[in-house]
């Protein structure tokens, strides 16, 4: 059983930055490709970014691409999210999740239904 523990979240100026950090426990982090999405308040959760279980692979939201970077560190068994030039509409609840990939190192996956281990979230608040 793989558990995620994110941290990182705060409140932010626009334009300002944040690091959100996923460490996990109880799994190989190699072997799993990991996503964060977020929720903001009465909207459903959305994809932000994801990470090939090799790093090879990324892909981004449209509303985040260019100003989000993640990346992953097996050694450390934690994934990041660095958020750059932070926007109101950035606000909500940020999750990360992980997948199990047996053979696909460069995979990707975007849905949260490809996920099947969440973290608790933490709260990111862009003040505009």
């Known amino acids: 059983q793989v558990q995620l523990v994110e941290s990182g979240g705060g409140l932010v100026q626009a334009g300002g930055s944040l690091r959100l950090s996923c460490a996990a426990s109880?799994?190989?982090?190699?072997?799993?490709?990991m996503a964060w999405f977020r929720q903001a308040p009465g909207k459903e959760r959305e994809f932000v970014a994801t990470?090939?279980?090799?790093?090879?692979?990324?892909s981004y939201a449209d509303s985040v691409k260019g100003r989000f970077t993640i990346s992953r560190d097996n050694a450390k068994s934690t994934i990041y999210l660095q958020m750059n030039s932070l926007k109101a509409e950035d606000t909500g609840v940020y999750y990360c999740?992980?997948?199990?990939?047996?053979?696909?190192?460069?995979?990707?996956?975007?849905?949260?239904?490809?996920?099947?281990?969440w973290g608790q979230g933490t709260q990111v608040t862009v003040s505009s």
């Open positions: 999740a992980v997948r199990l990939v047996a053979y696909c190192k460069s995979c990707t996956y975007r849905r949260p239904n490809d996920y099947g281990f």
């Open positions: 109880g799994g190989t982090l190699s072997m799993y490709a």
């Open positions: 990470i090939s279980r090799g790093g090879e692979g990324t």
